[in-house]
Nanobody, 121 residues
Framework: QVQLVESGGGLVQPGGSLRLSCAAS????????MGWFRQAPGKQRELVAV???????TVADFVKGRCSISRDNAKNTLFLEMNSLKPEDTAVYYC???????????????WGQGTQVTVSS
């Protein structure tokens, strides 16, 4: 009933930039926090950045100053702008959102399928 679809990943050279998008669709009543996570091979999934419904943002220290998160509430879309990318940023990036599907329904956790980001020369 609810889908999160990421886009914008790809291969980029060190120092380059990418903009990831995540579009939420389906039976959506409201969206709470939205965030980006990433998982590199052999490592645990980790939080990259999160934005609340009011627009407050938190960015992980390892990307602070290089990444910014934003959302378009009218379009139920989440963005991650990444600059000065490093090889260690290589990972699958996942979109996450707390979504309510009805006025009397609590928020449930939804995940996208992930988009690969590879930073390599």
């Amino acid at each position: 009933q609810v889908q999160l679809v990421e886009s914008g990943g790809g291969l980029v050279q060190p120092g380059g930039s990418l903009r990831l998008s995540c579009a939420a669709s389906g039976r959506i009543f409201s969206i709470n926090d939205m965030g980006w996570f990433r998982q590199a091979p052999g490592k645990q999934r980790e939080l990259v950045a999160v934005v609340t419904s009011a627009g407050s943002t938190t960015v992980a220290d390892f990307v602070k100053g290089r990444c910014s998160i934003s959302r378009d509430n009218a379009k139920n879309t989440l963005f991650l702008e990444m600059n000065s990318l490093k090889p260690e940023d290589t990972a699958v990036y996942y979109c996450n959102a707390g979504i309510s599907t009805g006025w009397n329904t609590g928020y449930a956790d939804y995940w996208g399928q992930g988009t690969q980001v590879t930073v390599s020369s």
